[in-house]
């Protein structure tokens, strides 16, 4: 039987759009609760996927005077739908290689939160196949590929739904 506290992984995970640009996007409701649970003893281990600063990163990330900046940026194509516009769609973030790197170094989480600051843009990803997954739920089943195939999962942020229970993804 396991006696010592839960470990919590918290996710937050990439942005897919035309544009987008660090205004101090953080996801404060996640940070909230993640500090309040490491308070109360719980272990907590945090994944930015919008980390500018990602040890990976080969080079300095442009620095504006305030803090704000770019973020990288990497061309995707077009979901479903979207074809006959005539601008570049991008994933904004860290590698996907980079964030499967990290979840292979942590110990395995026992529950996994993930929130989105950017919901309602949540258009997908094409993933194995041509099925798409919101980027929130591609960001869990990279997670449980690496880390194990069970978790309890609740998600925060716009566009909230409701609770996803018992994720088993097989």
């Known amino acids: 039987m396991k006696t010592d506290p839960p470990h919590i992984l918290c996710i937050n995970p990439w942005i897919h759009d035309f544009a987008a640009f660090d205004f101090w ?11 309040i649970l490491r308070e109360n003893g719980l272990k907590i281990s945090y994944i930015d996927c919008l980390d500018r600063f990602h040890p990976n990163e080969p080079e300095a990330p442009k620095l504006l005077w305030d803090g704000r900046g770019p973020f990288r940026k990497t061309q995707i194509p077009l979901p479903e739908g979207l074809g006959h516009i005539s601008r570049k769609f991008s994933r904004y973030g860290i590698l996907q290689e980079w964030f499967e790197a990290d979840l292979r170094r942590l110990e395995k989480p026992d ?8 919901t309602y843009w949540a258009s997908g990803q ?18 449980v590929e690496t880390c194990g195939d069970f978790f309890i999962l609740s998600r ?13 993804y097989a």
């Open 126 to 143: 094409p993933f194995q196949g041509s099925t798409y997954f919101p980027l929130f739920l591609l960001a869990i089943i990279l997670a």
């Open 156 to 168: 925060f942020g716009a566009g909230f739904l409701g609770p996803l229970l018992c994720l088993r």
């Open 25 to 35: 996007a953080k996801p404060l409701g996640l940070l909230s609760i993640a500090a």
């Open 111 to 118: 529950i996994i939160f993930v929130t989105s600051l950017m």
